[in-house]
């Protein structure tokens, strides 16, 4: 008869961080479940995992009786996001495995499955270790993320190269399209050297479980295929891709012809408006630059066109260019400085656009070919 007592909005945020975890519909049920295990005398292990990716935490709670159970992510964070904010009582019967759940006048029975069948989450313990901080990791994933391939989730392309050397973190994703590389100075104290290629999702998710944490630098190791990113009370695991990451540096131009400075709001705004009426097949809005001027179209050909205009710094000369307005717009989503460089080769070269202020970041954007 497992028994315990923890605070609901205790419970609720533990559930929160794990659930991302749950596969939403499997083969095994299990999987859709969250295992919750009582450790020591006062605390808690909550755990899910869809086999790819597994987010485990431990949280403060009064145990009254050991044990474990494993109850359905989804309808336990419901009912628990309806409590009031009060302490919630659980009590197992582990002869049918229901557990119930009060708090206040509330009562719910909730069916569980054994927690013998969920699987036993492998984690990738070696003294092989790597602390950084976390907050040039954050800003690194936010700056690469929005640009992995979203086709195929086995392929190099839906994952993010994550490279470290000596002081160095290297950042880069690409989807055929779109290349985004940033590089962020850390300490290393430990002197691994890394690189692999990590799943985009396992990286949101990581950046999705920082809410409300206190700490500065996150463990890393990676062994066997797997990586754990280790925080005081949680820890992220999750398989990496296999397979050899494009060579991207040859790809990135090392000068250009043309150069073009943006405010990147006002850029964003044009972009905006002017996409109104781009051909949704295509996303395309054409750009023409030609003294200190950008102007913005697009068409769609039985609905009509728009028309835009913004200042720029440009003196070359008249240039027409076109791209997948999208791809420029996420890029800007993650810019931190005011105004953006737009560096170009021609109408038909890759254009690398980068924030004015850093330059450590850049997005090289293939352009399209209109007639």
Do not use: W
Not at 26 to 51: M, Y
Not at 214 to 234: A, G
Request: with cysteine; glycine share 4%; aromatic share 6%.
């Amino acid at each position: 008869m497992m028994q315990f007592t923890v605070q609901k909005d205790v419970i609720y945020n533990g559930l929160n961080v794990v659930g991302k975890a749950a596969a939403s519909r499997g083969i095994q049920p299990v999987l859709s479940n969250v295992l919750i295990e009582t450790i020591e005398d006062n605390s808690l292990k909550l755990c899910a995992t869809d086999l790819d990716i597994s987010i485990e935490i431990n949280i403060p709670s009064i145990i009254v009786k050991k044990g474990s159970i494993t109850l359905p992510s989804k309808k336990l964070f419901e009912i628990i996001s309806k409590l009031p904010s009060e302490a919630v009582i659980f009590n197992l019967n582990e002869e049918n495995n229901l557990m119930e759940i009060k708090c206040g006048k509330s009562k719910f029975d909730i069916k569980g499955i054994s927690a013998s069948e969920f699987p036993q989450i492998e984690y990738p313990e070696s003294d092989e270790f790597i602390n950084i901080d976390i907050n040039p990791l954050l800003k690194a994933i936010k700056q690469t993320t929005f640009a992995t391939a979203t086709y195929d989730t086995n392929n190099v392309l839906s994952g993010v190269l994550f490279k470290i050397k000596e002081n160095n973190l290297e950042m880069a994703a690409t989807d055929g399209n779109r290349l985004t590389r940033v590089k962020e100075k850390i300490e290393n104290k430990e002197k691994k050297d890394y690189s692999v290629v990590i799943p985009c999702r396992t990286l949101k998710e990581f950046a999705g479980i920082l809410s409300g944490v206190e700490d500065k630098t996150v463990s890393i190791t990676v062994k066997n295929s797997q990586i754990l990113f280790k925080l005081k009370d949680r820890y992220i695991t999750s398989r990496l891709i296999e397979g050899q990451y494009p060579a991207y540096e040859q790809l990135i131009p090392k000068n250009y012809e043309i150069k073009a400075v943006a405010e990147k709001n006002s850029l964003n705004q044009a972009i905006e408006r002017a996409s109104t009426m781009v051909n949704e097949r295509t996303n395309i809005v054409k750009m023409n630059f030609n003294d200190n001027k950008l102007k913005l179209t697009a068409d769609t050909p039985d609905l009509g066109d728009s028309c835009d205009e913004i200042e720029v710094e440009y003196t070359a000369e008249d240039l027409n260019i076109a791209f997948n307005h999208k791809y420029i717009q996420d890029f800007l989503k993650v810019v931190d400085s005011d105004k953006v460089v737009i560096e170009l080769n021609g109408a038909l070269a890759g254009t690398l656009f980068k924030p004015a202020s850093e330059d450590d970041f850049l997005c090289l954007i293939m352009p399209v070919q209109v007639n």
